[in-house]
């Protein structure tokens, strides 16, 4: 291999590859591929943090709703007490 030491494929992939150490056709593909792997990773992380964010705004749905029920319930219960108070 021609390449320098601080040369990788992905380096030489990015640069012109017509120069003085030109790489080979295959260490060119090596350098793409490695480049791509590293722009999934990157999108990974994003995409994670949207789904853990979805899942804790579910749960805190799930939350408010149970809470918004328990109030609904003590509503009734109350209205119902007051009705029983006014009649007697």
């Known amino acids: 291999m021609s ?9 030489k992939s990015r640069s012109k590859w017509w120069t003085e150490d030109k790489p080979n056709i295959e260490q060119l593909q090596i350098g793409c591929l490695q480049r791509m792997a590293d722009s999934l990773e990157n ?6 943090d949207l789904i853990e964010h979805n899942e804790y705004l579910k749960g805190r749905l799930r939350e408010e709703q149970a809470a918004g029920r328990h109030l609904n319930r003590r509503i009734a219960s109350l209205r ?3 009705k ?3 009649k007697k």
């Open 84 to 86: 029983r108070m006014k």
């Open 80 to 82: 119902g007490a007051i």
């Open 3 to 11: 390449f320098s030491e601080d040369k990788t494929y992905v380096a």
């Open 43 to 48: 999108m990974e992380k994003p995409f994670k």
